[in-house]
């Protein structure tokens, strides 16, 4: 099934990467990797384990440094110092000011297990925004019962399923009003039921036009919500394109190996 939702093609790119290069010593993770997530837009990220799908989401949002390439948001690019291995952010505020516009959902959920669910997803705004109190509650209230745990502000992140804990870490990172969010295999900690909780929560907000890149293993999921969908191989893009080219006429060997590796599964 494709999604039927119309995104304007000629958005602006909320994020750009140009000819990104990734090594950890000597081994090259990303070997030139370019992506654009224009506004509106899920890209979908698939590719095998190894393949630099997390370095590249890390990379993005500038939690790794990357030695050569370039990273834009919204147009304006990150402004680096030194070369190569040495090559950093120049502009810590800057490199704050993106970060605080990317949200990261991650497999493990990561909620911190000392706060309540509704803490949870107050913390960042308070700390980092340093925004007024109740206008933060009322958000995370409304966030919780969007993603359809409204009665479990009090509980504990234990007290929580595990497709409850990914919903909240999704209300968490939306709370922050991000130009964009960026997952990290969302669902492949959950059993097959629970991850459907969090299927649908994605799905309603690629239906709102977020802009998203999803690294994912679940090819179903990719292809109900991709825009667009990019096959990592190897650290360097293999095969790019809509999701029903991608996964029903794919043009390399690479990817339909791939597919069919995946189906097997
Ligand atoms: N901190 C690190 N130090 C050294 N090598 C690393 C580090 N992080 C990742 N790598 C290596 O980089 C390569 C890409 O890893 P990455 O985690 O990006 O893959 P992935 O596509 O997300 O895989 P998976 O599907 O298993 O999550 C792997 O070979 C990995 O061993
Ligand atoms: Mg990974």
Known sequence: MMNDKAAPFDAA???QIQGLLKAYGSVEVLKGVSLTAPRGHVVSLIGSSGSGKSTLLRCCNLLENSQAGDIAFDGEPVRWKGQGAARVPADRAQMMRFRTNLSMVFQQFNLWSHMTILQNVMEAPLTVLREDRAAVESRARALLDKVGIADKCDAWPAQ???????????????????????FDEPTSA????????VVRVIKDLAAEHRTMIIVTHDMRLAADVSDHVVFLHQGLIAEEGP???L?????????RQFLSASAAH
């Not at 409850?164 to 969010?181: D, E, F, S, V, W």
């Open 160 to 182: 929580l399923s595990g497709g409850q804990q990914q919903r909240a870490a999704i209300a968490r990172a939306l709370c922050m009003q991000p130009k964009a969010l960026l």
């Open 247 to 255: 996964f029903g006429a794919p043009q390399t060997d690479r990817l």
């Open 13 to 15: 790119p909320v994020i």
């Open 243 to 245: 999701p029903d080219r």
């Open 190 to 197: 959950l059993d097959p039921e629970l991850q459907q909780e």
